[in-house]
Structure formats: structure tokens, C-alpha cells
């Protein structure tokens, strides 16, 4: 019982720390300072950095996709409507959700893992010592390239992953391409097209700045570096779902 | 305007129940040194640390030229912190960016001075503390000493008035250590800089307390201080949590406290 206190307060406490972080945040990004060579460092090493993996991911979770539906798909006699439930699945739910797994172990893990190495090194001190905020400097700019670049990798990987499943319905599945593109175009409301949107902005958010609030709240040394770019890979992973599903309810109410 | 350059008093401060300054007071004059000693884990650094208003103190107060800092929020430190110059323990070079870059941090990143005049800057403290040749190199090129010597100059660039250091000599060799002590001298008695010397290594203390650098045309010479000169450089010794010694060089080396004549031999 005094373990689950003990734990249920020290939760609370990192949960408030991390809103405490965020409020830094959003102060920041509305008064001087602005570092904005960071933030173009920061498109590229979180944008093209992450494109090669987002890619494969994309296309081969669109041919899986395929391979699967056009099996069931089979049992009714539909296959030519796999284009349908690909573009569906693709676009509302996978594609956000994976695109930001992905970010979440190669980028999560790497700012939590720069930002605590700073950390134990007495780096970050010295930028507060030489009149750097650190939030302003290293939190912001990856908060901001994260929030943006999410959401164009998973179009990218939407796209990707439609390009494989039709690789594989044209090559597996014998559906000719018209037909498969047309389903693909009848599959999508627009309705879905938004949420699909919408969705990567939290997590590309929820990713980078768990990194950075790991990162910096590293104690302990080299060991402690580790700790703490596991933590935000497991941390960012799990709220990548509760966040999914808690914006998907909400995108429910608002747009449906 | 206080004479102090700062201040401490009555200061505490415990990490949990790890109590590690109780009721410290003492004071630095503006253009004078004091040399901290004391065994490791004393909080020495965390004196450092308390200034750069890095910690918060439990209790007491600090002050940085008669303005109190221990209060102080975090975006009105920034501006303190500008007249400080900290050299850390381990240097804490940023390791993403070269040695230029490392050295000329704090002008291209927080003030406008054009880019030619910052590289004007690096090249001088570089070539204070003789390395002039490394600007391209990054931080992991270089050897321990080396690094000191970069932590140095970063600490020098934006010239401020009162100067921190954490251990500036110790992992150095004797000669470079020696460099070392002439340039903490040079500018205590050329540049009328406030320092704190935090250090292990009581032959550079001594050295840097009984020397005196001179100026004559160009030429600058080591000289052994005159007592005016001394009198500018004090030592503070910490033991469990309070000052054990305050006072001149010559009182600290003639002094009868066992655990100061332990501390000394
Ligand atoms: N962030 C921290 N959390 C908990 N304890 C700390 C922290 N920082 C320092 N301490 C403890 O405070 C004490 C003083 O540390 P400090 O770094 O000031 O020692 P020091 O005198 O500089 O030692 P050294 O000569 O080894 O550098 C040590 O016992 C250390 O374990
Ligand atoms: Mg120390």
C-alpha cells in the first residue's frame, strides 16, 4: 500500500514537472529569444533524418495490408475493394500511429539521450551559465520540428504504403490498377483525411518534448543516460497510443 | 555601490537529508581572489553552483554586487550571469560544437556583435591561453588539458568582471598548471578581476597568492607579492558543512588546527 502512494506520488510529481515544462514552452515560443537556426537544424535531423525508416515502414505495412485484406476480402468475392480497406486503414489509424512509433525510437531516444548526456556533462549548466535558457535553445526548436515533421512523414508514409499495397494487388492480387486506385479514392472521406491529419501533430508533440523532459531530468551519470533514452522510448510509445485513441474520441465528437 | 563583489551569509543548503552547506558566510572583494579549499564532496562546487544561482539555497542569503540572487528568477539571472565567467569541473565543453564556436558561444548566441569581431575575440582568449591553432577542432580532439584551457578562454570571452573556477589546474601538468596560475593572476592584478579559486592542488593556491604579476611596457614578469598584493588573495577552507579557515596565506600555512596542518602536508 505505501509502495503504491509512494509510486502514485512520484508519478504525480513527474507528471507535473513535465506540465511545468510545457509551460516554459509555450512561454517561450511567444517571447524573445528565438533561436531559429536550431529549429532548421533540428527540420533536418528530425524530418529527413527520419525519412528512410518512416519509408520502409510505410511500404511494407501497406503491402501486409494488402496481402491480408485481399485474403478475407476473398471469402465475400470483393478483392477488387481492397484498395478500400487499405486506404481506410492506412490513412486514419496506421500510418499516424507507426509513423509515430518510429519517431518515438529513432528521435525520442536521441534527444533524450543528446539532452542527458548534456545533462551529466554539466553542458546544460554551462548554457545557463553563459545566459542560455535552455528550454529557448534545445527544447523549443525540437518541439517545433517535431510537431511539424510528424505530420509530413506520415503523409509520406500514407503514400508509400498505398504504392505498396498496389504493388501488391496488381502483382499478388491480379486487381488491374484502375479499378484498385478507385477504390482506394472511394475508401477515404474526407472526414478521415482530417483525422489522419490532425493526429501526428499531438504526437509528433507528445514524442519530442517526452524526449526532452527525460533528457534534461537525467541524474546518475552514463547509466543514467541509458535509463533515460529507454524511458523515453517506452514512456513515448505508450502515450503515442493513449494519445491516439484520446484525439481520435475526441476528432469523433468534433468532426463525425 | 558595496564593495562586494560577493557576498554569502548565513547560507545552507542539503541535498534530502545530505546536508552540505550550513550557515556559510564570507565575502569576496571587488578585484581580490579567495581560494577555496577543502576535501572532496566539502561543496565546494556547490558554492560555485549557489552564485551562478544554478541552486537554489535552503536558506540565507547571496549576493553579486550588492543585488541578491538566491531569490532571483531565472530570466533576471541571466542578466547577472553575464558579469560571471564560470570555468567547470570537467570543462563542460559543448561537445556538438567546435572549439570556435565553444569559445565565441556566448557573442554569437546572446549578443550582435558582428561575426569578425567575435572570431577577433576567440582568437585573442585563444591565444591567452595558447591555442591559437585549434579553433576548427572539436572538443572530443583534444586532450584533458586542452579542454581546461577551452573552458578557460569560453569563460574569458565575454570579459567579465568576476571570474569562477572549478578545478582549472588539476589533471594539468605542472608547467601548463603554472600557465594557468599566471593567467588567474594576470587578470587579478591586470584586469582587476573578482575571482573564486576553487581547487585540490594547494601548490597552484600558494603560487597564485604570493605572486603578483607586473607590467612593464610590454613585457609582463611574475613577481613575488608585496604584502598589499597578498592581502588581495584569501583562503576559505570547508569542513562538514561550515568555513574551517578564513584568512591570509601565511596565517593558513602557520596555522596550529591539526586538521588544517593534516590538510596541508
Ligand atoms: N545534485 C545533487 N544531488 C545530491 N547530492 C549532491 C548533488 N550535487 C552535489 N551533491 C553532494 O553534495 C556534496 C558536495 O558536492 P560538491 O560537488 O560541491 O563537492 P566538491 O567540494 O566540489 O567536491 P570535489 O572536490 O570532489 O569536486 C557531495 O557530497 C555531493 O555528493
Ligand atoms: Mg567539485
Known amino acids: 500500500m505505501t509502495w503504491l502512494t509512494q509510486w502514485l506520488k512520484s508519478a504525480l510529481q513527474q507528471v507535473q514537472e513535465y506540465f511545468i515544462l510545457l509551460g516554459k514552452v509555450a512561454r517561450g515560443l511567444v517571447t524573445p529569444p528565438f533561436y531559429a537556426r536550431d529549429v532548421i537544424e533540428q527540420f533536418d535531423a528530425i524530418g529527413a533524418g527520419s525519412l528512410t525508416v518512416v519509408l520502409l515502414t510505410g511500404t511494407f505495412t ?31 489509424e496506421l500510418g499516424p500511429v507507426l509513423t509515430a512509433l518510429m519517431v518515438c525510437g529513432r528521435v525520442g531516444s536521441g534527444i533524450a539521450a543528446e539532452l542527458g548526456s548534456m545533462t551529466v556533462t554539466d553542458q546544460i549548466s554551462a548554457l545557463r551559465a553563459l545566459g542560455t535558457d535552455p528550454v529557448r535553445k534545445l527544447v523549443i526548436p525540437r518541439v517545433i520540428a517535431g510537431t ?14 498505398l504504392v505498396g499495397a498496389w504493388l501488391i494487388a496488381a502483382t499478388q492480387l491480379k486487381v488491374a490498377s484502375a479499378p484498385f486506385w478507385n477504390s482506394v479514392v472511394a475508401g477515404l472521406y474526407i472526414e478521415d483525411v482530417w483525422m489522419g491529419l490532425i493526429k501526428p501533430f499531438f504526437l509528433g508533440f507528445v514524442i519530442v518534448s517526452i ?14 543516460v541509458g535509463r533515460a533514452t529507454t524511458n523515453a522510448v517506452v514512456a513515448g510509445s505508450v502515450v503515442v497510443l493513449a494519445v491516439d485513441f484520446l484525439v481520435t474520441k475526441l476528432l469523433f465528437m468534433v468532426l463525425y | ?60 542569503q547571496i549576493r553579486i554586487n550588492g543585488e541578491r540572487v538566491d531569490q532571483m528568477h531565472e530570466e533576471a539571472l541571466m542578466k547577472v550571469r553575464a558579469g560571471l565567467g564560470m570555468v567547470f569541473q570537467e ?50 580532439e583534444l586532450s584533458g588539458g586542452q579542454r581546461r584551457r577551452v ?11 568576476v571570474l569562477l573556477y572549478d578545478e582549472p589546474t588539476t589533471g594539468l601538468d605542472p608547467i601548463t598548471a603554472l600557465t594557468v596560475d599566471d593567467e588567474i593572476i ?28 607586473v607590467k612593464q611596457g610590454d613585457q609582463i614578469t611574475f613577481v613575488p607579492a608585496s604584502p598589499e598584493k597578498a592581502a588581495m ?22 596555522s596550529d588546527d591539526p586538521y588544517l596542518k593534516a590538510f596541508l602536508s
Not at chain 1, 511539424?148 to 504504403?161: Q, S
Not at chain 2, 584569501?234 to 600555512?253: P, T
Open chain 2, 1 to 60: 555601490m558595496t564593495e562586494f563583489a560577493i557576498a554569502f551569509e548565513k547560507v545552507s543548503l542539503a541535498f534530502d537529508d545530505k546536508v552540505v552547506l550550513r550557515d556559510v558566510s564570507f565575502s569576496l572583494e571587488r578585484g581580490h581572489t579567495k581560494i577555496v579549499i577543502g576535501a572532496s564532496g566539502s561543496g565546494k562546487s556547490t558554492i560555485l553552483r549557489l552564485i551562478l544561482g544554478l541552486l537554489k539555497p535552503d536558506g540565507g
Open chain 1, 62 to 92: 501497406g503491402m501486409v495490408l494488402a496481402l491480408q485484406s485481399g485474403i478475407t476480402l476473398d471469402k465475400f468475392g470483393a478483392r477488387s475493394m481492397v484498395g478500400q480497406l487499405v486506404s481506410a486503414s492506412m490513412v486514419k
Open chain 1, 211 to 224: 524526449g526532452c523532459y527525460v533528457g534534461l531530468g537525467t541524474k546518475g551519470g552514463t547509466q543514467g
Open chain 2, 186 to 213: 594576470k587578470l587579478r592584478d591586470l584586469e582587476g578581476v573578482s575571482a573564486i579559486l576553487v581547487t585540490h592542488q594547494l601548490r597552484d593556491a600558494f603560487y597564485v597568492a604570493t605572486h603578483e604579476a
Open chain 2, 233 to 254: 588573495t584569501e583562503f576559505l577552507m570547508l569542513k562538514d558543512g561550515g568555513v574551517a579557515f578564513e584568512g591570509a596565506a601565511d596565517a593558513l600555512r602557520h
Open chain 2, 151 to 161: 573552458a578557460i578562454a569560453r569563460a574569458l570571452t565575454s570579459k567579465p568582471k
Open chain 2, 91 to 140: 570543462g563542460a565543453l559543448f561537445d556538438s560544437l567546435t572549439v570556435r564556436e565553444n569559445v565565441g558561444y556566448q557573442l554569437f548566441e546572446e549578443t550582435t556583435m558582428p561575426i569578425p569581431e567575435v572570431d577577433a575575440r576567440v582568437g585573442e582568449v585563444l591565444g591567452f591561453v595558447g591555442l591559437g591553432e585549434f579553433v576548427g577542432r572539436m572538443p572530443s
Open chain 1, 148 to 161: 511539424l515533421m510528424v505530420p509530413l512523414l506520415t503523409v509520406v508514409a500514407d503514400g508509400v504504403g
